[in-house]
């Protein structure tokens, strides 16, 4: 049986962003409709920061370069206005009161944002949205460049249990390939600062597939990661997206590119094994006896998730939605622009429906990629249907790669280590017809 390539699609959230379509303006779902009859007593709640001040040549998010004056405020504004109305959305029962379980600000670089900003963004989780941010898991996204001491107090303050800093190298001329712009004691101080607060989980990004990237020069920005012992690593292979900045500027043989990362990917998870780290996924390490951060972790990819502002995506049972997505930066100061004029934030504009097959497919595919596997009974327990069932052609095929472990016991299926280096080959293999033809059908815009 033919491998398909090992690096398809980054695949983190199902169904993807691509397949979402606009509602018609006449027949635009009302939040208080789609939230009615949900589980509101272990919500996820997810503010997004649209702000960069770079953007990285491989980055396809949502987000733009620099801010003009007061666009940062009249961004805060209409993320205060959308929490109200999100909030007014969900209600006040008092036998099914509204409770999050956990929150994180992403972006962007939420950190973009001046300390009283990121004081106000506090704000509106906390007195808007009733998250007690004290109380549950907070993770938020820094940077180099805007991990400033001033800011870093004020998330401290405020609750943080996990800063995340996307550093992707410690040697300067790989991050000048990926069009990043950083010097590695910048870094390093930054780091540092990290550490003063006392957050009590570090998260270093790095990434592996860069030009010029050797094992070597790997090997060196493990190293200089491991030396803060960090709580948490995630290992990312470079993707290059369209209309990125390495899109534009970066040519690859796809076959020598491919043996090229998995081999990096391979040298990374073997050498975070072998200094105390366990494997959660393909991309996450966990220090062994890093304190935890709620049930599920700080992951907000599940059902019940509330996300606000441009750039975040909302999840119910039924139904998940955002506003627009793009790539190109005149497309997104065009998205930012008309979120900030927006007054009613009643309805949802964009999204795409979960039927009872699709939400199989989702459970499969975010409970197979982590590396602790899935209980077949509590995929029968939720939908009275056993995987092997629902999946038979898909889940044969990942056998016969083995790419699922034979050793795992009777009723969990796992990942064989070979399966979760292919996990972006394997996840992709779970998605819907309907969902591919939406995602081959969107033009990146």
């Known amino acids: ?86 909030r007014d959305a969900l209600g006040d029962d008092p036998a099914e009161p509204v409770r999050f379980a956990n929150a994180a600000f992403g972006g962007g670089t939420p950190t973009y944002l001046t300390a009283d900003e990121l004081d106000r963004l506090c704000d509106i989780a906390e007195k808007r949205m009733g998250a007690d941010l004290r109380a549950v898991p907070l993770s938020v996204e820094v940077s180099p460049a805007t991990a400033t001491a001033d800011r870093l107090a004020v998330l401290a303050q405020r609750g943080a249990t996990r800063l995340s800093i996307g550093v992707q190298s410690f040697v300067d001329d790989e991050a000048r390939a990926a069009v990043r712009p950083q010097r590695r004691a910048d870094v390093e101080a930054a780091l540092g600062r ?20 050797t ?35 970066t040519a690859h043989s796809d076959r020598d590119w491919d043996a090229q990362r998995l081999a990096l990917y391979r040298q990374g998870r073997d050498h975070l094994l072998a200094h105390g780290y366990e494997q959660v996924s393909m991309r996450m390490f966990r220090r062994a006896g890093a304190p935890p951060q709620g049930p599920d972790d700080h992951a907000c990819q ?43 934030f009643t309805r949802a504009v964009n999204g795409r429906d979960v039927d009872g097959d699709e939400a199989r497919r989702r459970h499969l595919l975010q409970s197979l990629l982590q590396a602790r596997g899935m209980p077949s009974a509590d995929y029968r327990d939720r939908f009275g249907s056993a995987p092997h069932d629902d999946f038979p052609a898909e889940l044969a095929a990942f056998a016969a790669r083995g790419w699922l472990d034979r050793t795992a016991p009777d009723g969990l299926l796992r990942l064989s280590p070979e399966g979760l280096a292919h996990s972006d080959a394997l996840g992709p293999e779970l998605f819907s017809p309907a969902v591919r033809a939406a995602m081959a059908a969107y033009e990146p815009k």
């Open 215 to 249: 094992p070597a020069t790997w090997r060196t920005s493990l190293d200089a990661a491991l030396a803060w012992r960090p709580e948490e690593l995630y290992l990312y292979p470079l993707y290059v997206r369209p209309l990125t900045g390495l899109a534009r500027r």
């Open 1 to 86: 049986m033919n491998t398909p390539r090992p690096y398809q699609s980054y695949v983190y959230a199902y169904p993807h962003k691509t397949a979402y379509r606009a509602f018609p303006p006449a027949d635009r779902p009302a939040l208080r409709d789609l939230w009615r009859g949900e589980r509101k007593d272990a919500l996820s709640l997810y503010l997004h920061i649209p702000f960069c001040e770079v953007r990285c040549g491989f980055c396809n998010l949502f987000t733009r370069i620099g801010a003009p004056d007061g666009l940062t405020g009249r961004y805060l504004d209409a993320l205060d206005r959308q929490a109200a109305a999100v």
């Open 302 to 344: 599940t059902d019940g998730m509330i996300g606000l502002g441009c750039g975040a995506r909302s999840y119910t049972s039924a139904l998940h939605y955002s506003f627009d997505y793009a790539v190109d930066m005149r497309e997104i100061r065009g998205i930012i622009d008309d979120y900030t004029a927006t007054e009613d």
């Open 194 to 213: 990290i550490r003063d607060t006392a957050v009590p989980v570090l998260n270093i990004d790095l990434i592996y597939g860069i030009d010029g990237q």
